[in-house]
């Protein structure tokens, strides 16, 4: 599949702020803990700078509960009715609606082929995309839109956060490094 990318000025003076902004499907990614997202949040702000804001959606049968170490990071938990919405749509909808806001990166953490267009938009905004999931359901497609797009993609396992490259081996990193 040949993709072929163009990417907008950003914001009209031309700035975007540094650091990253974090967009949770918690539907995707249920087995993150609170723990675990503070040190993926400590990884990311090592590599991107600042962590701006945390937004984690989920749905009313999900638990997530919010530790202290997490209460200084900007975090807004998100539930969604399902019944209503889907979970994939509203955070897309909301990521979208906030992206003039939104500094230099963006984190996605879901592995879901729903999140590709948010993918380009955020490419399109002259930001840098980075996908974080679990090597069990990491879409291909979003896996390779996310590099086409020059962003970086991060597979999760146990403490480890691995750089995802195609055709390469991972490159592992301790989440506490």
């Not at 975007?16 to 803990?33: C, F, H, K, P, T």
């Not at 953490?109 to 905004?125: E, K, N, P, R, T």
Request: aromatic content about 6%; charged content about 20%.
């Amino acid at each position: 599949m040949k993709l072929a990318l163009e990417r907008s000025r950003g914001q009209a003076d031309g700035r975007i702020q540094r650091g990253v902004a974090v967009y949770v499907d918690l539907e995707n990614v249920s087995w993150l803990r609170a723990w675990h997202l503070g040190q993926i949040l400590d990884s990311l702000e090592r590599g991107y700078g600042p962590v701006t804001h945390v937004r984690v959606y989920t749905n009313p049968g999900l638990d997530f509960p919010v530790s202290q170490e997490l209460a200084h990071r900007h975090l807004h938990l998100i539930c969604v009715e399902t019944r209503i919405y889907a979970v994939d749509e509203v955070l897309i909808a909301e990521a979208c609606q906030q992206m003039d806001q939104l500094p230099e990166t963006v984190a996605v953490m879901s592995g879901d082929a729903d999140f590709v267009g948010l993918i380009m938009q955020i490419y399109h905004s002259g930001r840098r995309p980075i996908v974080i999931a679990h090597p069990r359901n990491a879409s291909s497609l979003l896996k390779l839109l996310t590099i086409k797009a020059g962003g970086e993609v991060f597979l999760v396992t146990g403490n480890m956060l691995s750089k995802w490259r195609p055709g390469t081996q991972i490159d592992s990193v301790g989440l506490n490094a």
